[in-house]
């Protein structure tokens, strides 16, 4: 049964974060559409998020934090400086394309050498990561080839009770989803 969260509280923080640490699926709002989300070192539950959305394993997924520490894990050492640089004056939501460490599962990269990163911009998102303690995988609420989700309701209309959680906010004010950038060669992948 999916249940449906609007966070006030610390409590109810606390218990989405402990959904994730038990490997839970969950869906909140990001910066332009609903995602959906579980611990990135959780490899049944990012099998089941890429079987639920009909997902090639091939793709790969990005990962979330409200901070650069809780990504350092799955960047390569040789770049974790320059992520944090660059992290650092971009002024709008960036998914970076980054040299990946050891710590990142192969259903994380798909069929790349490389991890996709973002540090959350969205208020909801960033407290999922703050009270859990961790980053989380994003991956937009939909079906593949459909439409991503933008409320509670067009979640459960395109999943049941597939999600375990619902997290329930507004989205962002972001109209395109956020650019996605390669860290090395400064090349544009995605405009937002």
């Not at 997924?61 to 650069?68: F, K």
């Not at 375990?164 to 390669?182: A, H, N």
Request: net charge neutral; aromatic share 4%; hydrophobic share 35%.
């Amino acid at each position: 049964m999916t249940v449906v969260i609007t966070p006030s509280a610390p409590e109810e923080y606390e218990d989405i974060s402990d959904a994730i640490v038990k490997g839970k699926i969950i869906a909140y709002p990001t910066e332009s559409v609903f995602g959906i989300g579980c611990d990135p070192e959780n490899e049944q539950s990012i099998n089941k998020i890429i079987e639920i959305k009909n997902r090639g394993k091939q793709k790969g997924l990005i990962i979330i934090a409200d901070e650069v520490k809780k990504l350092s894990k799955f960047i390569h050492k040789d770049y974790l400086d320059l992520f944090i640089k660059k992290s650092d004056i971009e002024s709008k939501p960036t998914t970076w394309i980054v040299p990946s460490s050891k710590h990142v599962l192969n259903l994380v990269q798909g069929e790349n050498s490389s991890v996709a990163l973002r540090i959350t911009q969205h208020p909801i998102a960033s407290r999922i990561c703050k009270y859990s303690n961790k980053a989380i995988i994003s991956t937009s609420a939909n079906i593949s080839n459909k439409t991503p989700a933008k409320n509670s309701n067009e979640i459960l209309m395109q999943f049941g009770e597939e999600i375990d959680i619902i997290v329930d906010g507004r989205v962002g004010d972001s109209i395109k989803p956020t650019q996605i950038v390669d860290l090395i060669t400064n090349k544009v992948i995605r405009e937002s």
